[in-house]
């Protein structure tokens, strides 16, 4: 399994920007699909996720300003980032898992990438 984020940058406050996770080793249309952060000297949080019947997940701390993505096409996932805030400035991480209720649940991580909010 292999997970690879793309998309990291410096954006300033008010700001958007999209991640995206390039999948592959396993049946990408089966399994759930997530992005988790760590913010710096924090713990890991799960952030957002997609089933693979399409349902959704989003942390309270994002609602209304993230949205998840997935293509079973591309095998691909994504994480549109808008009204990004300083505090969203966290190591972001492509999760994914087959069957999945909570962040520990998730069996595979990508190395992450970094995501910087600042003016």
């Known amino acids: 399994v292999q997970l690879v984020e793309s998309g990291r940058g410096l954006v300033q406050p008010g700001g958007s920007l999209r991640l995206s996770c390039a999948a592959s080793g396993f049946t990408f249309s089966s399994y759930t699909m997530g992005w988790a952060r760590q913010v710096s000297g924090k713990g890991v949080e799960w952030v957002s996720g997609i089933w693979s019947d399409g349902r959704t997940y989003y942390a309270d701390f994002v609602k209304g300003r993230f949205t998840i993505s997935r293509d079973n096409a591309k095998n691909m996932a994504y994480l549109q980032m808008n009204s990004l805030k300083p505090e969203d400035t966290a190591v972001y991480f492509c999760?994914?898992?087959?069957?999945?209720?909570?962040?520990?649940?998730?069996?595979?991580w990508g190395q992450g990438t970094l995501v910087t909010v600042s003016s």
């Open positions: 999760v994914t898992g087959h069957r999945v209720a909570g962040l520990n649940d998730y069996d595979y």
